[in-house]
């Protein structure tokens, strides 16, 4: 007998097995307020995922998102309709907003300091095989080994992402614009939908997002090299 979801996390089993990692005793939402007024305009919220919990915490806590120092999330696909169809479609997918589309409302309607959209500049990064196997080359540790056994050609979506707020020097290019996330039922369910200054519907609450549209991808590619074989900090 399977067991559910009550009891375990509805997620398909995957190659590197379960994480042995347990989670905290608290719930996401909490932690985050926790953490946010803890340190307040220092936390950087890194959306990798659904909005869920993001938006849990704003209901609890209206005070949250404004607490907070910025939200970067991976998310905001525009325009790739073509891509799901002429390329992969996996890649063409805005699964973190589609999963969840009302939290994703909540969530880019809250009153942060500063949005952060990363998206479609992602899906041009992708480490070959090749480049996998010269990074372990040299450098073997737990990660590389990782990487190597468990290659899949996949876009770097949450790690661009990462790398971003980790290093903001990477951006090279961004466009600010009013975004939202569509709730209504229909075939554009948890769509992003951007409009300039002028025509954004203001008096809906929507805020301005800037959203990255180029990043220096050669020095991209040679910091995560160096973090993956462990060479953060070393001289």
Same mark, same amino acid.
């Given at each position: 007998?399977?067991?559910?979801?009550?009891?375990?996390?509805?997620?398909?089993?995957?190659?590197?097995?379960?994480?042995?990692?347990?989670?905290?005793?608290?719930?996401?939402?909490?932690? $985050?307020?926790?953490?946010?007024?803890?340190?307040?305009?220092?936390?950087?919220?890194?959306?990798?995922?659904?909005?869920?919990?993001?938006?849990?915490?704003?209901?609890?806590?209206?005070?949250?998102?404004?607490?907070?120092?910025?939200?970067?999330? $991976?998310?905001?696909?525009?325009?790739?309709? $073509?891509?799901?169809?002429?390329?992969?479609?996996?890649?063409?997918?805005?699964?973190?907003?589609?999963?969840?589309?009302?939290?994703?409302?909540?969530?880019?309607?809250?009153?942060?300091?500063?949005?952060?959209?990363?998206?479609?500049?992602?899906?041009?990064?992708?480490?070959?095989?090749?480049?996998?196997?010269?990074?372990?080359?040299?450098?073997?540790?737990?990660?590389?080994?990782?990487?190597?056994?468990?290659?899949?050609?996949?876009?770097?979506?949450?790690?661009?992402?990462?790398?971003?707020?980790?290093?903001?020097?990477? /951006?090279?290019?961004?466009?600010?614009?009013? $975004?939202?996330?569509?709730?209504?039922?229909?075939?554009?369910?948890?769509?992003?939908?951007?409009?300039?200054?002028?025509?954004?519907?203001?008096?809906?609450?929507?805020?301005?997002?800037?959203? /990255?549209?180029?990043?220096?991808?050669?020095?991209?590619?040679?910091?995560?090299? /160096?973090?993956?074989?462990?060479?953060?900090?070393?001289?």
């Amino acid at each position: 007998m399977s067991k559910t979801p009550d009891t375990q996390p509805a997620i398909a089993t995957t190659p590197d097995g379960a994480p042995a990692l347990q989670p905290q005793g608290i719930p996401a939402a909490l932690f $985050m307020i926790q953490q946010v007024h803890a340190h307040p305009h220092q936390v950087t919220i890194l959306e990798a995922g659904p909005m869920t919990n993001l938006a849990l915490a704003i209901r609890l806590d209206p005070s949250f998102a404004s607490t907070a120092k910025q939200l970067v999330f $991976m998310g905001g696909y525009l325009d790739l309709s $073509m891509m799901s169809v002429t390329g992969n479609a996996d890649n063409g997918s805005d699964f973190n907003l589609i999963f969840d589309p009302e939290a994703a409302h909540i969530t880019l309607t809250a009153p942060w300091a500063r949005i952060t959209s990363v998206a479609n500049v992602s899906n041009d990064v992708v480490l070959s095989k090749d480049e996998v196997d010269s990074i372990a080359k040299n450098h073997k540790t737990p990660v590389t080994d990782y990487l190597v056994k468990y290659y899949v050609p996949l876009a770097m979506w949450d790690e661009v992402t990462s790398a971003i707020v980790a290093d903001p020097s990477l /951006v090279t290019k961004t466009q600010d614009a009013y $975004m939202d996330v569509e709730t209504g039922k229909g075939i554009g369910y948890g769509h992003a939908y951007v409009w300039p200054d002028s025509l954004a519907p203001k008096a809906m609450g929507v805020r301005k997002v800037r959203i /990255v549209q180029a990043i220096d991808k050669a020095r991209f590619k040679k910091q995560y090299a /160096v973090w993956a074989q462990g060479l953060m900090g070393k001289h």
